[in-house]
């Protein structure tokens, strides 16, 4: 079973430029989120996408957004980038299974501004 | 605002010794608790989930969740040099519509 696939793996922007990172999650996961990962702040939550809607978001500036396509697929951008958005974007894949949820996170897009 | 508290260590265990990892969070309508681990340059790897009061154990790793004192603690048994990494405890509220909120993470070494 194939896990949850981020691309690309590694990119260097320029201050100023925008990024957008693909999400693939797990076959039959609807439910797909974006974490921020940076040495100071640790893991942090962008927001969450279930067939095809944003369900709830982290407290990040409005730069960060995101989209879920119809098979689940997820994408998110960043607009005018800043050296502090150097950090590793998390997607993570999610189902609901009896009581509680499993959440399992792909390999992560590196992202560093210059 | 929901917290999850872990120290940050190191920890250090000697192999084959057990290794035991706490954390504690804030949110009180927490309904769900994992644990991750993540090498150094890696993405979290979910060891464990744990949604009700007790333990609940998988191999050499043992979870235990106190709601009533908004605890969760991971055990390592048989500690080897490989489970040498960082360890994330992570809060999820219940509705599904919320991320997790991450501790910082505590890092472990297994002294050979």
């Known amino acids: 079973k194939a896990g949850v696939t981020q691309t690309p793996r590694y990119l260097i922007k320029t201050r100023g430029q925008q990024v957008t990172l693909s999400c693939s999650p797990i076959s039959g996961h609807r439910s797909v989120s974006w974490y921020q990962q940076t040495p100071g702040q640790g893991l942090q939550f962008l927001f969450e996408?279930?067939?095809?809607?944003?369900?709830n978001k982290g407290n990040f500036p409005g730069r960060f957004s995101g989209r879920q396509f119809s098979n689940s697929r997820s994408e998110m951008n960043v607009s005018t980038l800043e050296l502090g958005d150097s950090a590793l974007y998390l997607c993570?894949?999610?189902?609901?299974?009896?009581?509680?949820?499993?959440?399992?996170f792909g390999e992560g897009s590196w992202l560093t501004v210059v | 605002q929901k917290e999850v508290e872990q120290n940050s260590g190191p920890l250090s265990v000697p192999e084959g010794a057990i290794a035991s990892l706490n954390c504690t969070y804030s949110d009180r309508g927490s309904q769900s608790f994992f644990w991750y681990r993540q090498y150094s340059g890696k993405s979290p790897e979910l060891i464990m989930s744990?949604?009700?009061?007790g333990d609940k154990e998988d191999g050499r790793f043992t979870a235990q969740l106190n709601k009533a004192s908004q605890y969760v603690s991971l055990l390592i048994r048989d500690s080897q040099p490989s489970d040498s990494a960082t360890y994330l405890c992570a809060a999820h509220s219940g509705g599904g519509a919320d991320g997790l909120t991450f501790g910082k993470g505590t890092h472990l070494i297994i002294q050979p």
């Open positions: 744990i949604y009700s009061n």
């Open positions: 993570a894949s999610k189902i609901t299974q009896g009581a509680g949820n499993t959440i399992y």
């Open positions: 996408y279930f067939s095809e809607t944003q369900r």
